[in-house]
């Protein structure tokens, strides 16, 4: 089942598809050019999957005094307490609800600035990629997220871009999104608006000529009078897709897998409805060449509640 925001993308067949696979190990020239056509690159087992495996275990090893995991189960299954389950996580917390998010979120806030992590994020693999994909030398963006879904709650990522977020710097990034661990296609990985970063240019030169008159830092605001609640292109993922006639593109992810996209493809998540009780748990990060201009607002480690 795939449902965000009440509604159900599961039973709109014609507005399904799949993420078209890419071998690392192809010509960079092809690489290149899939990913100037379709806007994505969906690498398979790009990173070493035990390695993935052992960075998950490491995160959820840290978070085990939140109570956000289930007892006496390896934390590299990513396993949710029940408490949790019934809790429907951000949703009507309980007081002893509340203070545990507080907690999870102190917890996560320290491990995204951890060497660990940085280590991870920036690993030769994926540096060395980056670097021959883009012909240069890559900066990666020092706020970096880590995000964790739990399962059954009602949280999703609605519609968006990326530069909408990263306006005072170049337009040349990359994001690079990382599942750790294996996330199944019920469990609201990423999913990408087929063909939309054609849609994203369009939308965001629009913005452009309604923001000309704003103040620069309203310009490059995401949360302007002239934007939506958020930034958000739209919460009802089965209408986009009519609206643009084309599909949500989805998968299943395994460890190891990685998925490069363009700041002006239209992506989104949905809920996690594991029946694994499985946590999802993942990283997006954003690359671009050391000589470009980059957003200075990225430049600071990145917090659950920092508004960007």
Known sequence: MLTAFNKDLSNKTDRLGKLFESDPKEEMTILRKRFSKDGYLFLKG????????????????????????????????????????????????????????????????????????????????????????????????????????????????????????????????????IPIGDIDIEEGGLMYLEGSHTQGIKIEKEFSIKNANLSKEEQINAFNKNMTEGGWISKDFPNLADRFNTRWLVTNFEAGDILFHSPYLIHASTNNKSSKERIRLSTDIRFQNVNDKIDIRWNNHWHEDDNL
């Open 46 to 177: 790009l990173l070493k999957k035990n390695e993935v495996i052992s960075f998950r275990e490491w995160v959820f090893t840290n978070l085990k005094d939140t109570n956000l995991l289930k007892e006496n189960i390896d934390p590299k299954h990513g396993i949710a307490n029940d408490k949790n389950l019934s809790a429907n996580s951000d949703d009507n917390f309980s007081q002893s609800g509340r203070a545990q998010n507080i907690l999870v979120k102190k917890k996560i806030s320290s491990i995204v600035k951890s060497t660990k992590y940085e280590s991870f994020c920036s690993q030769p693999l994926l540096a060395d990629f980056v670097d021959e994909f883009i012909n240069g030398i890559s900066y990666l963006h020092k706020r970096k997220i880590l995000r964790h879904t739990l399962p059954q709650s009602n949280n999703s990522t609605p519609a968006h871009y990326d530069l909408i977020y990263l306006r005072a710097g170049t337009d040349n990034i990359i994001t690079a999104w």
